[in-house]
Every structure is written in structure tokens, then in C-alpha cells.
């Protein structure tokens, strides 16, 4: 599949931070940071991608899976995170690889800036060392643009991850117009967000999404939009942007 641009981004604003764009083959990351960043970032994507292409040659069943896998112990750092936070959240490992990438990246990049936001596809990995507002993007929901999410240092660094059956081209079985997952692992958030989101057919649902929330350890809150519904548990703070 080739990187889509994702037209979302261009209303993303960010005082105090340079903001780039890194593509490197399907993977296309917006990266907030210090400086520029980018050799560096496109280093890092190369790196974790060839670890991950490589042990998908060999094990193919990875790529294609919807169900938790097992790995073996000698299997990469990336693959034993996604295959773990798979298993918590009960989705196919590569429901958690944007999320992943992200937090891997912007680890990397921690070296070199220290405050650090990196974005794939709508999963954020966020180091900040001041309060940000995350902005709320739902399609065609009436909630889109007009409420975001408050994070303050203290919750960083944090992943932030959003699943939508109507908005992007990631797999989804429900119809939630967005389902926001915050963790301390981006791959979890990743992995809570799409199956979370996968049982999520209409309003009516938001309440069942977040009972299913409430039973995934690692999680620290999520926010559930259709339409112009909306539920929220956990450490969600919500403000205006």
C-alpha cells in the first residue's frame, strides 16, 4: 500500500515545536520537535521497518493474523511489543504497528530533542515538557475540531490512538466515527483503540466500548465519538482548542 497523505494534519499547530514530515515507503510520519529532525527520523523508521520486514519473511502468518499470536522468546524487541500488546487488547499484531513505530521513533529521537510528537496514520507517541492540546479529528462527526484532548507533562510520555470505521484506511469492524485510547504503551493504545472500535456498530454502543475499556489493564482512559455522541472513562480531560 502506498503512504497516503492525510489532509487532517494541515490544522495540527504546535507553539515552540518545528514540524516535519518523514515518509519513508508506506510509513509517512508528521514529527513535531526542537529541530529538524529528519535524517534522523528517517534512520530510525529504516531501522525498525527492516527488523519487522525481516521477521515477517519468515513468518508471513504475522503480517495477515486478525487473532493474538504467539513468537517465540528470541524474537525482535518491536515483535514481542506487538505481539503482547495484541494479546492483551485480543486483535491481530499488526493492528498495533502504527503505534509501535511511532513510540520507537520518537524514543530515537529523545536523544536529540526533548520534547518529541510523533504521528502515524492518527496514533500519537508525546513527550512534552509543557501542557498540549491534541485536537480531535472524527470525520464528519460535528465534534470534529471542536474538542481536544488536554495532556500535561506529568502524563508524558503517553500514546494517544484513534481508530475510526469511517475515517483512513486501517482495518476496522465497527462504525465509530473515533475511538481515542491513551496508555503508556503506544502499542497497547494502538491495540485498545481497534478493538475497542470494532464493537462500536452505533451510538448505542459507546457504553459497551467503554465497560470493554475499563477490563484492559495498561489503559489509562478512552473517548468514544459517533457522531454527535460521545463517552468518555479514565484520564480523559477534555477542553476547547
Known amino acids: 500500500m502506498m503512504y497516503q497523505v492525510r489532509k487532517y494534519r494541515s490544522w495540527i499547530r504546535d507553539e515552540g515545536l518545528l514540524s516535519f514530515e518523514v ?3 508506506e510509513t509517512g510520519l508528521y514529527i513535531r520537535a526542537e529541530s529538524d529532525l529528519i535524517a534522523q527520523a528517517s534512520q530510525s523508521i529504516l531501522k525498525h521497518r527492516r527488523v519487522l520486514e525481516d521477521y515477517i519473511r519468515e513468518n508471513s502468518h504475522f503480517l495477515h493474523s486478525l487473532k493474538p499470536l504467539p513468537v517465540s522468546e528470541d524474537a525482535p524487541p518491536i515483535v514481542m511489543e506487538m505481539a503482547q500488546a495484541a494479546r492483551r487488547t485480543g486483535v491481530g499484531p499488526m493492528a498495533t504497528v502504527a503505534g509501535v513505530i511511532a513510540e520507537l521513533v520518537g524514543k530515537d529521537l529523545l536523544r536529540y530533542s526533548s520534547e518529541i510528537i510523533v504521528e502515524n496514520g492518527g496514533d500519537i507517541f508525546l513527550k512534552t515538557s509543557r501542557r498540549r ?25 503517553l500514546g494517544i490512538c484513534c481508530s475510526s470505521g469511517r475515517v483512513g484506511h486501517s482495518l476496522s469492524f465497527g462504525k465509530a466515527d473515533a475511538v481515542i485510547a491513551l496508555s503508556g504503551s503506544t502499542a497497547l493504545a494502538d491495540g485498545a483503540a481497534t478493538a475497542i472500535g470494532n464493537v462500536i456498530k452505533d451510538g448505542d454502543d459507546i457504553s459497551r466500548g467503554l465497560e470493554m475499556a475499563r477490563g484492559l489493564d495498561g489503559l489509562r482512559g ?20
Open 23 to 25: 515518509v519513508e515507503r
Open 222 to 241: 478512552v473517548a468514544v465519538i459517533v457522531g454527535e455522541r460521545m463517552g468518555a472513562w479514565g484520564e480523559v480531560r477534555m477542553c476547547r482548542p
Open 133 to 157: 492540546l491534541i485536537g480531535i479529528y472524527a470525520g464528519s462527526s460535528p465534534l470534529t475540531g471542536k474538542i481536544a484532548l488536554e495532556i500535561e507533562p506529568e502524563d508524558t510520555p
